[in-house]
């Protein structure tokens, strides 16, 4: 099996299927204009499908689509048919803000995709525009219940936590998500990016976040899922509903990293915080054989050794940490 310097398999893709958004959320993409990936340059579906064929045989069990908003792809329902076609593959997943699911919820479902995760940070309207700078709420939660009513579950929310911008979003959160049957997951506020000015003042910690919860609704731990998870997965202890917190900077899971990215130009990337990508589009438009792309691939995860977050967390307790001092991809391109 095809393992990194650590040890580490690669068994999920990210696939971002487009670096463009038609939100700006202030902690992922609060700038109006970014170098955008050029239209020739961005993968078509059959060489999106390839490689996740390719990636399959090298151990890959599931992959996410995500983006940019992934919905914002013409025809992404196109991909999701090919993709949920392809023998080996366990899991098939898409991450979106929602503004389009009421309209695609029907389509995604009949091309063969069985789950969503859905971000949602308040269910406060005005806060929602100020957080996403061009977000209607509304519009959003038309397109979580279109995927409820299609059978689109389990369906996970996500909240990143921002102090001083949605703390007091966590109760209202969780209440909204068990009396409707969606399990919510709060993610700590991170340095993705070069644009979101993060500071650690900013961050809730999952402990503040976990304290905030259980003096409402006491939970219970149950760990992670599969043991590589990024979210650590408790239980309500009434019965009612699932919660998970991804502590991406307090708690880093870097040793159990199983996750490659695909751009959306066809670069691969190995962390979330990797400052370049390994160019496959090149392999796939010279008309490399599948062989030579299978041997790139390995050659690239074979010398991974990233552990970003495990690095910085050092850092941050030796307060030696500047985020500015790393250059990083942006998220909108390599897929959060
Ligand atoms: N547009 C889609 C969406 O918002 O779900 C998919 C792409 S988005 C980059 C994927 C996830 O990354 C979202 O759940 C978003 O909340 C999360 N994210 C973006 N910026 C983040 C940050 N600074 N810290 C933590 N999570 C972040
Ligand atoms: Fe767009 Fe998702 Fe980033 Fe918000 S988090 S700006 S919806 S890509
Ligand atoms: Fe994986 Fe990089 Fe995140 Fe660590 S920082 S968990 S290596 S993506």
Known sequence: MLRDLY???????????????????????????????????ILSFEEITRLARLFIQLGVEKIRLTGGEPLVRRDIESLVAELSRLEGLKDLCLTTNGS?????????????????????????????????????????????????????GPIKINAVVERGVNEDDILPLVEFSRENGFAIRFIEYMDVGNSNNWTSEKLVAKKEILEIVNAR????????????????????????????????????????CTRARLTADGKLVTCLFSSVGHDLKSLLRTGSPDETILEFITGVWTKRK?????????????????????KKIEMITLGG
């Open 7 to 41: 040890s580490r398999p690669v068994k999920d893709l990210r696939i971002s299927v487009t670096d463009r958004c038609n939100f700006r959320c202030t902690y992922c993409m609060p700038l109006d204009e970014y170098e955008w990936i050029d239209k020739k340059e």
């Open 100 to 152: 389009l699911l009421a309209e695609k919820a029907g389509a995604l479902q009949a091309a063969g995709l069985r789950r969503i995760n859905l971000s949602l940070d308040t269910l406060d309207p005005d806060k929602f525009r100020r957080m996403t700078k061009r977000g209607d709420l509304e519009k959003v939660l038309e397109g979580l219940f279109a995927a409820q009513a299609q059978g689109l």
């Open 217 to 256: 609704y006491p939970v219970r731990e149950v760990g992670r899922a599969e043991g590589s998870a990024p979210s650590v997965d408790y239980q309500f202890v009434d019965g009612r509903g699932e919660l998970g917190v991804v502590a991406s900077v307090t708690e880093p899971f870097c040793s159990n």
């Open 306 to 326: 990233d552990r970003y977050s495990a690095d910085r967390l050092e850092a941050l307790q030796s307060s030696t940490y500047d985020p500015r001092t790393h």
